[in-house]
C-alpha cells in the first residue's frame, strides 16, 4: 500500500495534510519549485515513517515486577552486565544464581535506593557509587547477600529467547527512584505528583482519606503526606480524547486488600467514571481471549497477578511463561504485522545493578531494568544500548499517534523507535516462544487471593 494511504487510513488528519498534493511523490518535472515541494514531502513522510506510523497500529505494553537488569540478564550476549558488585565495606560480592521460586524480598523503597545507591542513604545524593545494596534491608527468609543475585539461566530463558529474536535495551531505567505505585503512576501518566513509596491501607481513591502516601521534595528529602487519588491527566486519557482505543488488563481491586498493580485506580476520574468499567479489565488473562477474538486496543497495558510476575515476594516462577503466553498470544493474531510488544520490569526490587543511574531532577531516575522490544519491525538479535527510561515508552505511543506529551518526563525521554525498529523492512513473521506453561495453564489458573504485592 503507498505510504501516504497508509497514514492517511490510520490518521485521517494526515490524509487531509497531503490531500493538497498530487500524491506523485516523484519529482514531476525539473523545476526548483517541484524539487523543494519532492523534497518537503519526502522529508515529512520519512519523520512519520520513523515513528512507526501507517505500520504500528497498536501497543501492548507488559509489565513485569521487581527486577534489575544484572539480574534478569546476567551474563547476556552482547550486554553490560557483570557477575560481581561491591557493597558498602569495599568488598566484592558473587552475584549468586537464585531461583524465581525462591521466595523473599528486601526493602526497595526510595530511602533503600539510595542507601544502595552511595551506602550512606544520604536523600539529597545526586552522584552514585553502587556499593551500599548490602544496607538494604533484608525480610525474613532472604538468603544471605540476596541482594546481589541473578536469576539462573534454565528459568530466564524464555526471556533471553524473545531477546535473541528480538530486542533487548540494557540501557532501560525506572523513570522513578523507589517501588511499584510511584511506578505504575508513571506507566500511565508520566507522574506520580511527587508521591514517593506505598500508600498505607488501601492504595488509591477507594481506601478514602486515610490511604496516604509520602512525598518528595526539589531536595531528594521526605516531605508530606497526601492522599494517594490523583487527578492529573494520563495517557488512557489522551486516547479517549483522540478518539483511539485503550484497555488496561489488571487484577480486580477489592476489599479489603488486592489490585496492587492497578494503576488506573489512583486516578479519580477514571476510577469513578466510565473508563473503569469499559476500559479497566478484569482478569488480566482475558487478554488472551480477547486477541484470539480479534479484540485489540490501540494502546493495552498489562500487569501480572503474583503468581505470574517476577516479584522475588510471590515466589512462583511463572512470570516468563505469563510473559511468553502474552506474547504468543499476539504473534500467532491477525495484529501480529501491526503490532509493538513491550516487556518492562517496573522497578529493581533491591537486586544489584552495576550501571549508575543518571540524575534527572528530584525524583529521578531509578535503577536499571529490562526492556524486550518485540515486533515484526525490532531488530533481531539486537542489544540497544541507547539510554531509555520507563516514559520511553509512552513516548514511543505519542509520537506513534501524534499525542501531546504528559509531562516533563516523556517529553525527555528517547523514544524505542529509533534505534530498536526498522521500518524500512518488511515485517518478520513470528516465531512462537517456548516456555514451560502455554497460555491453556494460565487460562485456566484460579485467580489470585493475595496481596499481590506491598511494595
Not at 409 to 423: E, I, L, Q, T, V
Request: proline content about 7%; charged content about 20%; glycine content about 8%.
Amino acid at each position: 500500500m503507498e505510504a501516504w494511504l497508509r497514514l492517511g487510513l490510520l490518521f485521517p488528519p494526515l490524509l487531509a495534510l497531503f490531500a493538497c498534493s498530487s500524491f506523485n511523490f516523484a519529482p514531476p518535472g525539473r523545476s526548483a519549485w517541484n524539487d523543494a515541494r519532492y523534497m518537503q514531502q519526502g522529508t515529512a513522510l520519512r519523520a512519520l515513517d520513523a515513528t512507526g506510523a501507517g505500520k504500528i497500529a497498536h501497543v501492548v505494553y507488559v509489565i513485569q515486577e521487581n527486577r534489575s537488569f544484572d539480574d534478569m540478564f546476567q551474563g547476556y550476549p552482547g550486554a553490560d552486565t557483570v557477575s560481581s558488585g561491591k557493597n558498602s565495606k569495599g568488598q566484592t560480592i558473587a552475584l549468586q544464581p537464585i531461583p524465581l521460586k525462591r521466595q523473599y524480598d528486601m526493602d526497595h523503597s526510595a530511602h533503600g535506593m539510595f542507601v544502595a545507591c552511595d551506602g550512606t542513604g544520604k536523600l539529597a545524593g545526586t552522584e552514585c557509587r553502587m556499593d551500599g545494596f548490602n544496607r538494604e534491608h533484608l525480610y525474613d527468609g532472604a538468603p544471605k547477600n540476596g541482594q546481589y543475585a541473578y536469576v539462573p539461566h534454565a528459568d530466564s530463558k524464555p526471556y533471553f529467547d524473545m531477546a535473541h529474536e528480538f530486542v533487548l535495551a540494557d540501557r532501560m531505567f525506572a523513570s522513578q527512584l523507589d517501588e511499584s505505585f510511584v511506578a505504575h503512576q508513571y506507566i500511565i501518566a508520566a507522574q506520580a505528583k511527587s508521591s514517593v513509596d506505598i500508600p498505607s491501607i488501601r492504595w488509591g481513591c477507594g481506601g478514602g482519606p486515610a490511604a496516604t502516601v509520602s512525598t518528595i521534595t526539589t531536595l531528594r528529602s521526605y516531605g508530606p503526606r497526601q492522599r494517594a487519588c490523583f487527578n492529573y491527566r494520563t495517557l488512557g486519557d489522551e486516547f479517549d480524547k483522540a478518539g483511539l482505543s485503550w484497555r488496561f488488563y489488571t487484577s480486580a481491586y477489592t476489599v479489603p486488600m488486592s489490585g496492587y498493580w492497578s494503576a488506573y485506580q489512583a486516578v479519580k476520574h477514571i476510577f469513578y467514571g466510565p473508563d473503569w468499567k469499559e476500559d479497566v479489565i478484569t482478569p488480566q488473562k482475558q487478554f488472551l481471549t480477547d486477541v484470539k477474538a480479534g479484540k485489540l486496543a490501540a494502546f493495552t497495558w498489562i500487569t501480572p497477578q503474583c503468581p505470574d510476575s517476577d516479584h522475588p515476594a510471590c515466589g512462583h516462577g511463572l512470570g516468563p511463561s505469563w510473559v511468553t503466553a502474552v506474547v504468543n498470544a499476539v504473534g500467532k493474531s491477525k495484529f501480529w504485522d501491526t503490532t509493538a510488544v513491550f516487556v518492562q520490569w517496573d522497578d529493581w526490587g533491591g537486586f544489584y545493578d552495576h550501571v549508575k543511574p543518571a540524575h534527572r531532577g528530584y525524583d529521578g531516575l531509578g535503577f536499571r531494568v529490562p526492556l524486550i522490544v518485540i515486533s515484526p519491525y525490532a531488530k533481531q538479535n539486537y542489544v540497544s544500548h541507547v539510554h531509555y527510561e520507563t516514559t520511553s515508552v509512552l513516548r514511543f505511543a505519542e509520537d506513534l499517534f501524534g499525542l501531546p506529551h504528559l509531562t516533563y518526563a516523556d517529553k525527555r525521554a528517547a523514544s524505542p523507535a529509533g534505534d530498536c525498529f526498522d521500518f524500512t523492512k518488511k515485517p518478520r513473521k513470528f516465531v512462537p516462544i517456548e516456555a514451560p506453561e502455554d497460555e491453556n495453564f494460565f487460562l485456566r489458573q484460579p485467580l489470585d487471593p493475595r496481596i499481590p504485592d506491598t511494595e
